[in-house]
């Protein structure tokens, strides 16, 4: 009987190791990996050790789509200072820069914070659990 046991554990840790595998080789944990994957760094540009900068040559708007189609965000704000996208514990802010784009990516909290004025309610929560609604009764009706 014990080893029916050993041999269900054994080969449950085997799948694991198979499904680990297949997400390693994908390498797209995160907004914020996929950003360093897919475009230059550009560490002079950083925002203290706020946000991490990266480049690219194409528009903010197309650099915008290719994140969006493989990082669905949970808020997209756009304006003519950039595009805004959040997602549940990072932001990525895509900003013109010459002939391309400036690609900031930053942890909510500090994001919420710097770019609030600008997003306003494009943003809803802050990135610390809290939506921005009063708890109770009623809440979020």
């Not at 914070?113 to 610390?128: A, E, K, L, M, Q």
Request: charge should be positive; aromatic fraction near 10%.
């Amino acid at each position: 009987m014990k080893r029916i046991w050993y041999v269900l554990a054994g080969s449950l840790a085997a799948i694991g190791l198979v499904i680990g595998g297949f997400t390693a080789c994908s390498g797209n944990f995160s907004p914020t990996s996929y950003v360093a994957r897919h475009y230059s760094r550009a560490a002079a540009q950083d925002i203290g050790t706020d946000a991490r900068a990266y480049t690219s040559t194409k528009s903010p708007t197309r650099v915008a789509d290719e994140i969006t189609r493989a990082w669905t965000p949970a808020g997209r704000y756009a304006d003519g200072t950039g595009v805004y996208l959040r997602y549940s514990n990072d932001s990525v802010v895509l900003k013109p820069n010459g002939t391309g784009t400036l690609i900031l990516v930053e942890g909510l909290r500090t994001a919420y914070r710097r770019y609030s004025g600008v997003v306003g309610n494009g943003w809803i929560g802050r990135g610390d659990g809290n939506s921005g609604r009063g708890g109770g009764p009623g809440t979020g009706k």
